[in-house]
């Protein structure tokens, strides 16, 4: 035992004393940018570009041109009308989260994550039968199924914010007679903002590149995505006016969000909190206990029934299940539960790797972000960042297939684990690089002053006061790859490589596959998923 604490030690010297060295530096960024570059951004946008040479064709067809015109458009309107009432929505839910002191907050914040758990076209499946009694498909559904979907990026980032944040500045201020409403107007979100900006843009893009889910609550409604899956589906098409209309959308929802999130990473942070109105009185009702315990059971109101209930409601047949043998088979494997069983293996271990890789690359990108270390090209290298989840994902799924099919040697698996890379990366990139840069960057200056090296740094001031939006992140990279289907389902060609979402998908909407089966399927999907999630929470929260 000795001999291990001994050998660790040594280990751990020897790497804090390389972590001084400007070249190892260099090479852990380096590797990071690498990392980015040649598996998250450059093959997507090399798939789309290698076919830019059929982009004219859709000029032949005017209809389709302003059919296709008026689906981006749609696209930016849902997008910004979902992230920003999701902002107003979301952050009251995250403050209940962060400073509630009751053990049933765990069971609240572990309910967040289901709506990324669910695979996309099950939560879109759930969400057209819990609504149909009220709405037909059409836009307000898909406004409230992408709320749903959207909903937990806001909460995820901003819950890790807050824990990350200090309450000194805010309790001084309440100390001093300021009402608690106007401190965290004037204190808490100003300090908060990159945090609400990356949740903002996160919500953003989740919206834009949504395509499994929102295409099966439409109805005659259209976006970017939804316009795409279409044509690809449609018969009376041929297959190359399909190839330029997907290169077509896909490319000026990609330029045009690129250019959108640089100008909102660039100019968003010059923008001041607060308002410089103060309205006492209103700030004093709205900082009485009543009326934080109405805030937070209407945040636990909204939570719960627009966002947890619609998307459980494809489960509640998972009763019957119980009853009817359907559970019994499903425990012996017989067929089709025996594809069941492999399909969710794949699913956990292409989830489990995308995120392990994404963040041992990503943490480096996320310090050069938050740090600036790359000067003026900080903005542009953040905007990149963002592109991989602007891509719709059926898109970005069918480019990694054209780039990557060109290797024969390469098998289908890895282009999976590939495209889960990409859809993810982001996630954990905006969420950690958020909460680096709310940590004031004097507290890491001060500590390198007296001496400690930059691996002593982060490992004893910046990881621990950044937990929380590490282990967030690294759910929001799991969850988001484990209910991913529209990249999964382009790339996918034999069914040895099936994800579970693209099984769960086929099975929902097969006649030859029992309600039972349907529901049980989700519902062990979600349950598995669930309770590791909670088990890993508690555990962080213990360990705090």
Same mark, same amino acid.
């Given at each position: 035992?000795?001999?291990?604490?001994?050998?660790?030690?040594?280990?751990?010297?020897?790497?804090d004393d390389l972590s001084s060295k400007n070249?190892?530096?260099?090479?852990?960024?380096?590797?990071?940018?690498?990392?980015?570059?040649?598996?998250?951004?450059?093959p997507p946008i090399i798939g789309i570009l290698?076919?830019?040479?059929?982009?004219?064709?859709?000029?032949?067809?005017?209809?389709?041109?302003?059919?296709?015109?008026?689906?981006?458009?749609?696209?930016?309107?849902?997008?910004?009308?979902?992230?920003?009432?999701?902002?107003?929505? &979301?952050?009251?839910?995250?403050?209940?989260?962060?400073?509630?002191?009751?053990?049933?907050?765990?069971?609240?914040? !572990?309910?967040?994550?289901?709506?990324?758990?669910?695979?996309?076209?099950?939560?879109?499946?759930?969400?057209?039968?819990?609504?149909?009694? /009220?709405?037909? $498909?059409?836009?307000?559904?898909?406004?409230?199924?992408?709320?749903?979907?959207?909903? $937990?990026?806001?909460?995820?980032?901003?819950?890790?914010?807050? #824990?990350?944040?200090?309450?000194?500045?805010?309790?001084?201020?309440?100390?001093?007679?300021?009402?608690?409403? !106007?401190?965290?107007? !004037?204190?808490?979100? $100003?300090?908060?903002?990159?945090?609400?900006?990356?949740? =903002?843009?996160?919500?953003?893009?989740?919206?834009?590149?949504?395509?499994?889910?929102?295409?099966?609550?439409?109805?005659?409604?259209?976006?970017? $995505?939804?316009?795409?899956?279409?044509?690809?589906?449609?018969?009376?098409?041929?297959?190359?006016?399909?190839?330029?209309?997907?290169?077509?959308?896909?490319?000026?929802?990609?330029?045009?969000?690129?250019?959108?999130?640089?100008?909102?990473?660039?100019?968003?942070?010059?923008?001041? =909190?607060?308002?410089?109105?103060?309205?006492?009185?209103?700030?004093?009702?709205?900082?009485?206990?009543?009326?934080?315990?109405?805030?937070?059971?209407?945040? +636990? #109101?909204?939570?719960?029934?627009?966002?947890?209930?619609?998307?459980?409601?494809?489960?509640?047949?998972?009763?019957?299940?119980?009853?009817?043998?359907?559970?019994?088979?499903?425990?012996?494997?017989?067929?089709?539960?025996?594809?069941?069983?492999?399909?969710?293996?794949?699913?956990?271990?292409?989830?489990?790797?995308?995120?392990?890789?994404?963040?041992?690359?990503?943490?480096?990108?996320?310090?050069?972000?938050?740090r600036r270390k790359l000067g003026k090209a900080?903005?542009?290298?953040?905007?990149?960042? +963002?592109?991989?989840?602007?891509?719709?994902?059926?898109?970005?799924?069918?480019? /990694?297939?054209?780039?990557?099919?060109?290797?024969?040697?390469?098998?289908?698996?890895?282009?999976? #684990?590939?495209?889960?890379?990409?859809?993810?990366?982001?996630?954990?990139?905006?969420?950690? &690089?958020?909460?680096?840069?709310?940590?004031?960057?004097?507290?890491?200056?001060?500590?390198?002053?007296?001496?400690?090296?930059?691996?002593?740094?982060?490992?004893?001031?910046?990881?621990?006061?950044?937990?929380?939006?590490?282990?967030?992140?690294?759910?929001?990279?799991?969850?988001?790859?484990?209910?991913?289907?529209?990249?999964?389902?382009?790339?996918?060609?034999?069914?040895?490589?099936?994800?579970?979402?693209?099984?769960?998908?086929?099975?929902?909407?097969?006649?030859?596959?029992?309600?039972?089966?349907?529901?049980?399927?989700?519902? /062990?999907?979600?349950?598995?998923?669930?309770?590791?999630?909670?088990?890993?929470? /508690?555990?962080?929260?213990?360990?705090?």
């Open positions: 035992m000795r001999s291990r604490t001994t050998f660790a030690s040594s280990l751990s010297r020897i790497m070249s190892i530096k260099y090479i852990v960024y380096s590797s990071s940018i690498i990392f980015f570059l040649s598996l998250i951004f450059l290698e076919n830019i040479s059929s982009i004219d064709v859709i000029f032949q067809d005017p209809l389709l041109l302003s059919r296709a015109n008026a689906a981006i458009l749609q696209s930016f309107i849902m997008a910004f009308a979902v992230a920003l009432l999701d902002l107003i929505a &979301a952050l009251p839910l995250a403050w209940l989260i962060a400073r509630s002191r009751t053990r049933f907050v765990h069971f609240i914040d !572990t309910l967040v994550d289901i709506p990324f758990l669910i695979p996309t076209a099950a939560l879109g499946y759930s969400a057209l039968l819990f609504w149909s009694p /009220l709405t037909q $498909p059409g836009f307000l559904l898909v406004f409230l199924l992408q709320f749903a979907f959207s909903y $937990p990026v806001i909460v995820r980032v901003m819950v890790g914010e807050l #824990l990350n944040y200090k309450e000194v500045y805010e309790v001084a201020a309440r100390t001093l007679g300021a009402n608690p409403f !106007t401190a965290v107007r !004037t204190i808490t979100l $100003p300090l908060l903002k990159p945090g609400v900006i990356a949740s =903002f843009l996160l919500a953003l893009a989740r919206s834009l590149s949504e395509t499994g889910a929102t295409v099966r609550v439409a109805g005659l409604w259209e976006n970017g $995505p939804v316009f795409i899956f279409r044509v690809l589906d449609a018969v009376d098409i041929p297959p190359y006016l399909k190839n330029g209309v997907l290169v077509y959308v896909s490319s000026i929802l990609m330029l045009t969000s690129v250019i959108l999130f640089f100008l909102i990473s660039l100019l968003a942070p010059k923008l001041r =909190f607060p308002v410089k109105f103060v309205f006492p009185g209103i700030e004093r009702r709205l900082s009485s206990p009543s009326a934080v315990k109405f805030r937070d059971i209407l945040a +636990s #109101l909204i939570f719960l029934f627009i966002v947890i209930f619609p998307s459980l409601f494809i489960v509640l047949p998972v009763m019957n299940a119980l009853f009817d043998g359907t559970l019994n088979i499903a425990l012996t494997g017989l067929d089709p539960w025996d594809k069941y069983w492999r399909t969710m293996l794949n699913s956990y271990s292409i989830s489990l790797l995308a995120t392990l890789l994404n963040i041992g690359f990503g943490l480096p990108a996320a310090v050069l972000i938050a900080t903005p542009v290298f953040k905007a990149l960042v +963002s592109v991989p989840i602007i891509i719709p994902s059926i898109t970005l799924g069918y480019s /990694l297939r054209l780039f990557w099919g060109r290797y024969g040697f390469l098998h289908e698996y890895w282009i999976l #684990l590939f495209s889960h890379m990409a859809i993810t990366y982001t996630y954990f990139v905006e969420s950690m &690089a958020a909460a680096i840069e709310s940590i004031p960057i004097e507290i890491e200056e001060v500590a390198s002053t007296l001496g400690a090296k930059p691996l002593i740094i982060f490992r004893r001031i910046t990881l621990p006061l950044t937990k929380y939006s590490a282990f967030s992140g690294a759910i929001l990279v799991f969850t988001r790859a484990l209910g991913e289907t529209g990249a999964a389902k382009a790339v996918a060609r034999t069914q040895e490589c099936w994800t579970l979402p693209i099984l769960l998908v086929n099975w929902i909407l097969s006649e030859a596959t029992t309600a039972s089966q349907k529901a049980l399927g989700a519902g /062990l999907y979600i349950a598995f998923s669930f309770v590791s999630l909670l088990a890993l929470r /508690l555990l962080t929260r213990r360990t705090k």
